[in-house]
């Protein structure tokens, strides 16, 4: 693994986006215990990786990260704000109250969140798709991640409790 390729306008952008995310993290009141806030920071990273070493460089090879195919410690940095965004998803999600009738909306919602950051970094330099992938291919890929979280999210608040108790 490089340090980088070039030190330019890609890295630059990735050390603000880090930033931004994780400062509205930090804004946030804290809502869930420790270790739940933890599993949903790794997960949105394991989600994030997977899904690009998936479609991004793995099996498929649809899109390149930064200046160059090799991996470079900023596309780890870049693995690094899927964490701070499944956060935020959740906690909105728990703020929300999301149930069976508005959950679809929300997942809708943040799709196009998440398409619409990809647009973001494709524009910044970040990503630069490749062999006719498209923008739009991502809304499924989405779809599909953000509906996994939500119903993943359910399932560890159905087993364990999730929520720091009410301070008055």
Do not use: C
């Amino acid at each position: 693994m490089n340090l980088w390729e070039n030190f330019d306008k890609n890295e630059i952008w990735i050390l603000v986006m880090l930033a931004v995310a994780y400062i509205i993290v930090f804004i946030l009141a804290r809502k869930f215990y420790r270790h739940i806030t933890a599993l949903f920071f790794l997960w949105g990273f394991t989600i994030g990786v997977l899904f690009d070493f998936t479609i991004g460089g793995g099996l498929m090879d649809y899109y390149v990260l930064n200046d160059t195919d090799k991996y470079e410690v900023f596309d780890f940095l870049y693995y690094l704000l899927f964490g701070p965004f499944s956060y935020i998803f959740i906690y909105l999600y728990d703020s929300f109250k999301i149930n069976k009738k508005t959950f679809i909306w929300y997942i809708a919602v943040w799709a196009l969140i998440g398409t619409g950051m990809q647009w973001v970094f494709t524009n910044m330099g970040i990503i630069q798709f490749k062999e006719g992938y498209e923008l739009f291919y991502s809304f499924p890929v989405f779809l599909m991640t953000q509906t996994i979280t939500g119903l993943y999210y359910e399932l560890v608040k159905s087993k364990t409790k999730v929520l720091l108790p009410k301070t008055k």
